[in-house]
């Protein structure tokens, strides 16, 4: 048996591919790992549908709503479903979590959610990547407090500032 594991060209991606590999080789499982730049892998495998496994990561951004990702209408390009998973429960669910406006009742649906797909195991969550930023203390203002990709801890820059003790010099 050969299974193809299809990533991106993303190194952090390429790394968990090829641990993957020698993992399922340990076990008798020959895998090789074929990498592709982004536009390749979309128009290629992505879009298509094309791949035995596909390792890709998933980013909700600053909305948490993973309707794209899970519900059965976005198997098909443009939709998220990779994982071509199809349950009508979880449907239901995103579908009601979608109109429901009372944040706890979101949060119950999603655990519900979240408690049907780690039972069918629809894909295998390997990890989620922390980023961790280092500021010099001087430094203040700076919000990090929701950072859902790297880029994120700029959003309050306009807003940080060093402390400075202003001293008027004079001419001598």
Request: net charge neutral; charged share 25%.
């Amino acid at each position: 048996m050969r299974i193809v594991i299809t990533t991106s060209v993303w190194p952090d991606l390429v790394k968990v591919a090829e641990f993957v590999r020698d993992e399922w080789r340990a076990i008798g499982i020959d895998a090789i790992v074929e990498a592709y730049a982004i536009p390749e892998l979309e128009r290629q495998f992505i879009r298509p549908r094309s791949y035995e496994v596909l390792l890709f990561g998933e980013s909700y951004g600053h909305d948490s709503d993973p309707f794209a990702f899970w519900h059965s209408t976005q198997i098909k390009h443009p939709g998220l479903n990779v994982a071509l998973y199809s349950n009508k429960k979880v449907d239901s669910i995103l579908e009601m979590a979608r109109q429901e406006k009372n944040r706890d009742e979101v949060a119950k649906k999603y655990h519900e959610l979240q408690t049907i797909i780690a039972k069918d195991r629809p894909a295998i969550f390997l990890y989620t990547p922390n980023y961790f930023f280092v500021m010099r203390n001087l430094i203040r203002g700076v919000q990090t407090n929701l950072v859902v990709k790297p880029s994120d801890r700029f959003n309050s820059v306009a807003e940080w500032f060093v402390h400075t003790d202003w001293q008027l010099k004079q001419d001598k």
